[in-house]
């Protein structure tokens, strides 16, 4: 497949577009800098200049490919205005990005995150909150499955709340940069909450996986590791930048501290059932290991 990515410079994006290589697709990837378009290149991907708000760059993106992964979102969540902007920005590009592909089959697949229910793992079944500072994104996505049942093959994956590499990212990577900051690695509560995780390069594998054979309309959980207690996460993440750990209020967390308070584990029995998926990458517990002080 020729493939459209958006968002192909992050965490996750690079790892899927070298993902889709390895596998014998080509890849056109959106790249907003001058540093962007070289790191695509020298990762052997064709970029197309242009950023997730330049709506005619994303639709002759998407009219010269095959099929579009789309990951890119703004790193900036310093207010909630920037947040809603975030948001907004992202509802327009997938809207178009559904528009230019609706009637040809072909896939659209978009990133999310794993949704939580009190008293039990989530599951692929489960529904996105649609309520909240991000309940716009659960809302747009939902629209995005909608659009199967006019011609486009559009699938959800799910991130759990971490994604790393190298022991860097998501939720426990804020955790550590909170831990650098105040000298304490700090959870909120007793601890014992659970959050589930995956290693990027897994998560990269199941993009390609719901590209390639995903039915129309469907959610996928990118889940390695169903719950780490949180508080053996920050016990890592102490002894590595050798510093105390303990429970701390949750406003060390800013906005991000309620959140950091809820059990929510998640499962993707289905998605490794239904599409072979099978992580094989070091879970999070192993991959923080590579933290140095
Ligand atoms: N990492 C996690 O633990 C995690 C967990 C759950 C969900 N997610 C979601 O997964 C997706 C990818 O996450 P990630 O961790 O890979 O993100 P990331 O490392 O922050 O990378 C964001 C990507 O989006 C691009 N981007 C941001 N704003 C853009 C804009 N206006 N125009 C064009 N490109 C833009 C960035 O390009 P530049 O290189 O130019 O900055 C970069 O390629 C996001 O939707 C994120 O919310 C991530």
Redesign the pocket.
Known sequence: MHVFV????????SAVTAELLAHGHTVLA????DS?ADALRSAGAEPLRG???DLDVLRAGAAQTTGVVH?????DYSSAAAVSAGVA?ETAALELLGAELTGSDRPLVT?S?TPWVPGRASTEADPLPVDGPVGGRGRTVTAVLGLAARGVRTAAVR??????HHGR???A?LLTDAARRTGTAGYPGDGTQRWPAVHALDAATLFRLALESAPAGTSWHAVADEGDAVRDIAAVVGRRLGLPVGPVPEETFGPFGAIFAMDQPSSSAHTRRALGWEPRHPGLLADLEELRP
Do not use: D, N, Q
């Open positions: 958006t968002g192909g410079t992050g965490t996750i994006g959106l790249a907003r800098t962007a950023s997730l708000a990951l890119a979102f703004s790193r920005e990133v995150g991130m759990p709340r971490t994604v790393h990212g998501g939720f990577g």
